[in-house]
């Protein structure tokens, strides 16, 4: 079995990152038969640069066949300028849209060695592992009416839309019902069904569904700003969150937070499965291009490079490979080994490259 992985490195840190993400796919390759090859395009501001667009026809295409796409990052003030249709993010919402990955899942995941780098006192994340289940494809991202019109008289009307049918709905409760049965079974669905229609209709499906379907999973509904507050206040209180893709967008930021660094954040953004294996997937890390640390080798690639242990669990079916990567990124950080962003006082600040190094070297250690 070979796989497609196409890289798609982006702007500021992300082909920094992605660099130490390839490294790794090698290492793959070379010690335990991985066979995956690897491909490159642009993507967000660099392809805009080159083709006025922010994904070309030629790397959506071969988005579309790889098994697999890591993508890095997007943006930057550089194209604060350029026209809104063509703007860096617009690729990555293409790719969301095109590929139908419809299901965002945003894992925050305290990691023991990392309990002191989080703003939050240590009682309160110690041991935290919540994901988010985030709606990608829907809502007020992709909406219609939306724009902005000239009302006359220097008056104008910004317009965005937010929709769900039934069918998103259900089709993402589903995908957050199912991993919260195989982690510790409990569901929090969360929208403002005080406020919008939409809502509304969220919370109605997803109860129904849990009622037909999946009545053994704990179920909760939780408004959309008391989650905000709760994921705070105590967030061990939640397991899975699933929610729509704006508050998913805003809620996942503030779970990133809790653990104390964005750059340890990975994501999987899946499509259809059959037979368990995800034929469409996007993985990226959380955190954005970071423009203002961009080239000076500072930058975290954890998160690129845990998103590619996503990729090996939900793209390629290969737990014990994405365990392995895990286990050794773990045993980095246990060694007290650090990016400037997660340092402490007596840990030791090492670059991008070094970081790479040193997750190669604990992965050669463990097999
Ligand atoms: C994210 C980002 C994107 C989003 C941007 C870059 C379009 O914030 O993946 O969370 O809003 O979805
Ligand atoms: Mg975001």
């Known amino acids: 079995m070979s796989y497609k992985i196409l890289i798609l490195p982006g702007d500021g840190i992300g082909p920094e990152v992605m660099k130490e993400v390839d490294r790794v796919i090698n290492w793959f390759n070379k010690e335990v038969n991985l066979s995956a090859e690897i491909e490159y395009e642009n993507v967000g501001g660099i392809s805009y640069d080159l083709n006025k667009t922010a994904i070309s026809e030629e790397a959506m295409s071969l988005a579309k066949e790889s098994d697999a796409v890591l993508f890095g990052a997007v943006g930057g003030p550089k194209w604060d300028n350029v026209e809104y249709e063509n703007r860096p993010e617009a690729g ?84 957050a019902f199912e991993l919260a049965r195989k982690r510790n079974n409990k569901v929090t669905s969360s929208e403002k069904r005080n406020v919008m229609e939409s809502g509304l209709l969220w919370n109605e499906e997803v109860t129904k569904l849990h009622n037909e379907k999946y009545s053994d999973v704990e179920l909760e509904h939780m408004l959309a700003d008391n989650c905000g507050m709760q994921l705070v206040r105590w967030p061990k209180q939640f397991d899975v969150i699933v929610t729509d ?29 059959s037979n368990g294996i995800f034929t469409n997937a996007l993985y990226e890390p959380v955190h954005g291009s970071a423009p203002d640390i961009e080239g000076q080798g500072i930058a975290n690639p954890l998160a690129s490079i845990l998103s590619f242990a996503m990729a090996l669990r939900y793209s390629f079916s290969r737990i014990d490979d994405a365990n392995l990567l895990e286990k050794a990124i773990s045993n980095v950080l246990e060694a007290g080994l650090r990016t400037k962003d997660i340092s402490t006082n007596d840990s030791k600040v090492i670059s991008t490259s070094e970081m790479g190094d040193a997750v190669i070297s604990k992965l050669s250690e463990l097999i």
């Open 92 to 175: 990555l919402l293409r790719l969301r849209k095109d590929l139908d990955l419809f299901a965002n899942l945003r894992p925050a995941l305290c990691f023991p060695a990392l309990v002191d780098a989080s703003a939050l006192k240590k009682e309160i994340i110690e041991g935290l592992d919540i994901i988010i289940v985030r709606e990608l494809t829907g809502g007020i991202y992709f909406g219609e009416p939306r724009g902005i019109e000239d009302l006359g008289s220097g008056n104008r009307r910004g317009i965005n839309t937010q929709v769900y049918e039934s069918w998103e709905i259900q089709r993402i409760a589903e995908v």
């Open 245 to 273: 893709n704006l508050f998913g967008d805003m809620l996942s930021d503030v779970a990133a937070m809790l653990t104390g660094s964005l750059g340890m954040l990975p994501s999987a953004s899946l499509g259809k499965a």
